[in-house]
């Protein structure tokens, strides 16, 4: 098991800037992939951006060249930098770990979401 803990959200202006982190209760080196999805009202849940082991990364076509996923494996830490914010950004943030257990299994653990509103 893993709990996530995220924080960073809030409100910010058209073109501002915001840095989500998700906080892991284990090591980082011990999870497959760790991500950010985000979901407006009305809408699905949507993957914005992820990182597998290893450092391979993976973002939404709509942020890509905005937004970047990094980690800190020392503070168990990932962390989305949003830059040029949009309206259409508005939405609930959450944090997705995936572990593989012995069978090749997966497991799926989310974060309580931290909302983030872009708006003038």
């Known amino acids: 098991q893993v709990q996530l803990v995220e924080s960073g959200g809030g409100l910010v202006q058209p073109g501002g800037s915001l840095r989500l982190s998700c906080a892991a209760s284990?090591?980082?080196?011990?999870?497959?992939?760790m991500g950010w999805y985000r979901q407006a009202p009305g809408k699905q849940r949507e993957l914005v951006a992820a990182?597998?082991?290893?450092?391979?990364?993976n973002y939404a076509d709509s942020v890509k060249g905005r937004f970047t996923i990094s980690t800190d494996n020392a503070k168990n830490t990932i962390y989305l930098q949003m830059n040029s914010l949009k309206p259409e950004d508005t939405a609930v943030y959450y944090c997705?770990?995936?572990?593989?257990?012995?069978?090749?299994?997966?497991?799926?653990?989310w974060g309580q979401g931290t909302q983030v509103t872009v708006s003038s």
């Open positions: 997705d770990a995936v572990i593989v257990g012995v069978g090749s299994e997966r497991y799926n653990y």
């Open positions: 990182i597998v082991g290893g450092g391979i990364t």
């Open positions: 284990r090591s980082i080196f011990t999870i497959y992939s």
